[in-house]
Structure formats: structure tokens, C-alpha cells
């Protein structure tokens, strides 16, 4: 690994190299419904996509380049953070006007990553993307960002406020509202349920959780407790074993990522117990499992909403489209895709490791570089 690459500094040339077969063949690899008859480059494309508030940019933003883009990326713990960062990469190397792309991981610290910001000000980059860590301890490092002129693009995860320049995701209340109602009719209204989230204080958990607990408070579902499992799979299995032990009836399991419900189902199994209903993401993993077990577990279903691996793509487009002088909407919120018993096999990946997530805008060969 070079120096720059430890460092977090990707110049132009070393992105361009790294990502060499990254950037061609986008179009390989068809991925079932996710991109329908498009290729894997047209999948952003062929998105649902909203414009929300008022147009922002225009000449106040305006920057001759070349340009220097730093990444705070709030962890890198998992695969979907690494396949965000690869599609990153890909499309940076296909603008001549991106020198350099700086990129620190933040290891799931708070302070770590306003620090991080803190030093990508002081490197003097033209824009920041951003996944916080904590959508309400970034949020002074970020105003402060963009009062002095840099261009801030949080994506991913939501940051309180409107004190950065443009905002690309999903709505994860919006999406906890529709796991929570898919959850409560799969109990027919009625059951015991406990709810495995995120990073601790991260602010998609939070909104979401919110949103599915909006949609419960008037059904007989009780909600026995809510852990942290840092969306991995194996600490989920650990939590979700610690909970089955002290909880003899468990109707069903909330979770707003499909490592954590891919692992709280393989505690499930460990502990011989009844697998029940679950929520998640488009972790490969998950759509996996559910197609080896549901057979002997007639209870067993799962629903869930995709939070697309390409958001970082649509963030840096944003990013320099402002740089460039054009507008973009304040929010730009992505529509997930549903998933379900009904349709899993249009997006399972069974030629493909778990921790594939399915709606991605990067080819057979790319995920292969990425998982060998």
C-alpha cells in the first residue's frame, strides 16, 4: 500500500489506477429487478430520485478547478461502507477536473471524525462528502465548513439541520415507518419484538427506530428492547443471543440493516428456537438465509428496504455540479427498494459472498475485487 493511500490522499493518478477496471465495465453484470433490463451503470439513472427544497448553487458556488474533494467517512466496518467507498473511487476517476480525493475514516469516533473534518478545512478541499457518525456533533464542523466557502455534502446518514450545502439518502424515518408497518401485519398485531440498530447514536438508527416505534404505539406489539449491533453481523449474533436468553417469547425482530438481521437469525438458529419475522436492508446475506431456511420455518419471513451502495456517487456528482456553477435540489431523496418473500429471488446474489448488498451500481468483476 503507498503512502498516500495510508494516508488517506488519493491523487488523481493513484484514484485512476486503482480504480482502472472499476471504471470501465459498469455494464457487465446484470443484478435482477435492482436494475431491471439497465446495466449495472444505469441503475442511478434508472433510480427514483426526489428533489426536496429549494435549488441551491448557482454562481455563489462557483470554483475554477482542478478540484480537491475530501471524504469523512464516518467507519469503515463493514461491506457496504466499502463498497460505497469503491463506487466513490470509480466515479472520481472518470472527472478530469478532480485532482485529489482525500479520504479519512473516522473508526466509529465522534470526535475522531470532527477532528477529521477539522483537518480537510485546514487542507483547504473545495467540497466535503460526509457519513456522520452522529448527525448532531458534525453539525457545528460542517456549518463552519461551508461558511468558509467549501462545499459540504452529507449522504447516508441524515445531519440535523440545514447548515451544509446539499444532502443526498434515503429517509430512514420515512423507511422505519414502512418496516414497522410490515412487521406489526406480520404479527397480525400482536407480539413481542426486539429491535437491533446501528452504530450507538448514529442518526439513521434514531430516525428510523422513531419512525417504526410512530407506526407501533397503537398495536398490542410490545417491544421487549433495542441493542446496538454496529450493523455486523457477527456482534448481532452475539446481541441477539444475549436477548434470547433473557427473553423466553421473541414474536419478532426489527432491524434497520441486514447484518444485523442476518446475525440475529443465525442466533435463532444456534439456540434452536422458532425463526420469526424480520426487517433489514439488501444484504445479500440475509436474502441468502431466508432462501436455505424458510422451508423448515413456516414462520419465518422478512421485509426489507435497500440502502443503495451508489449514494456516494450521487453525492459527488452534487458536489461538483456545485462547484461547477450549476444548482442542485437541497435534498435529493433516494426511493429504496422493496424486498420481500414475494420477489428476494429477482435481487438474491447466490453467486455472491453475503456481504454483497444488492443495489449497487458496480459490476460482477468490481464486487469480486472487493471480496476476494
Known amino acids: 500500500m503507498s503512502d498516500k493511500a495510508k494516508s488517506g490522499l488519493w491523487a488523481r493518478r493513484d484514484v485512476l489506477r486503482t480504480a482502472a477496471g472499476l471504471a470501465g465495465g459498469l455494464a457487465m453484470a446484470p443484478f435482477g429487478r435492482v436494475l431491471g433490463a439497465a446495466s449495472a451503470g444505469g441503475v442511478i439513472g434508472a433510480a427514483n430520485i426526489s428533489a426536496v427544497g429549494a435549488k441551491v448553487g448557482g454562481a455563489s458556488m462557483k470554483k475554477p478547478g482542478p478540484y480537491r474533494i475530501g471524504f469523512s467517512n464516518g467507519f469503515s466496518g463493514n461491506s457496504w461502507r466499502a463498497m ?46 460526509c457519513i456522520a457518525n452522529s448527525g448532531t456533533a458534525v453539525r457545528p464542523v460542517l456549518r463552519q465548513a461551508t461558511r ?24 430512514p424515518e420515512n423507511k422505519g415507518k414502512k418496516l414497522g408497518q410490515w412487521l406489526k401485519q406480520a404479527l397480525n398485531g400482536s407480539g413481542k419484538i426486539v429491535g437491533l440498530g446501528g452504530l450507538p447514536g448514529n442518526s439513521y438508527t434514531a430516525s428510523a427506530w422513531k419512525g417504526t416505534k410512530e407506526v407501533l404505539k397503537d398495536s398490542d406489539v410490545e417491544i421487549l428492547a433495542f441493542k446496538d449491533a454496529y450493523w455486523e453481523e457477527d456482534r448481532a449474533k452475539v446481541v441477539m443471543a444475549d436477548l434470547i436468553a433473557a427473553y423466553p417469547e421473541i414474536d419478532g425482530i426489527w432491524c434497520d440493516g441486514g447484518q444485523d438481521a442476518a446475525g440475529a437469525v443465525k442466533a435463532l438458529i444456534s439456540a434452536n428456537r422458532d425463526l420469526v419475522p424480520v426487517t433489514g436492508d439488501d444484504y445479500n446475506g440475509l436474502l441468502k438465509l431466508y432462501h436455505n431456511e424458510h422451508k423448515s420455518h413456516p414462520k419465518f419471513e422478512f421485509a ?31 426511493h429504496p427498494q422493496l424486498i420481500t418473500k414475494d420477489n428476494y429471488t429477482d435481487y438474491m446474489r447466490a453467486d455472491m459472498p453475503d456481504g454483497v448488498f444488492v443495489d449497487t451500481n458496480l459490476s460482477n468483476d468490481q464486487l469480486q475485487k472487493i471480496f476476494s
Request: glycine residues 6%.
Open 84 to 129: 460505497c467507498l469503491a463506487s466513490l473511487k470509480a466515479e472520481a476517476a472518470k472527472h478530469d477536473d478532480i485532482e485529489d480525493l482525500i479520504i479519512f475514516d473516522g473508526q466509529g469516533d465522534i470526535t475522531k471524525q470532527v477532528n477529521d473534518i477539522q483537518t480537510l478545512m485546514s487542507q483547504q478541499v473545495d467540497a466535503i462528502l
Open 304 to 334: 426489507s428496504l435497500s440502502e443503495p451502495t451508489w449514494e456516494s456517487v450521487v453525492a459527488l456528482r452534487a458536489a461538483l455540479s456545485l462547484l461547477r456553477g450549476d444548482t442542485v435540489p437541497k435534498r435529493q431523496i433516494i
Open 148 to 171: 468558509s466557502g467549501i462545499v459540504t455534502v452529507p449522504f447516508n446518514l441524515p445531519v440535523e439541520g440545514e447548515d451544509w450545502s446539499t444532502y443526498v439518502g434515503t429517509d
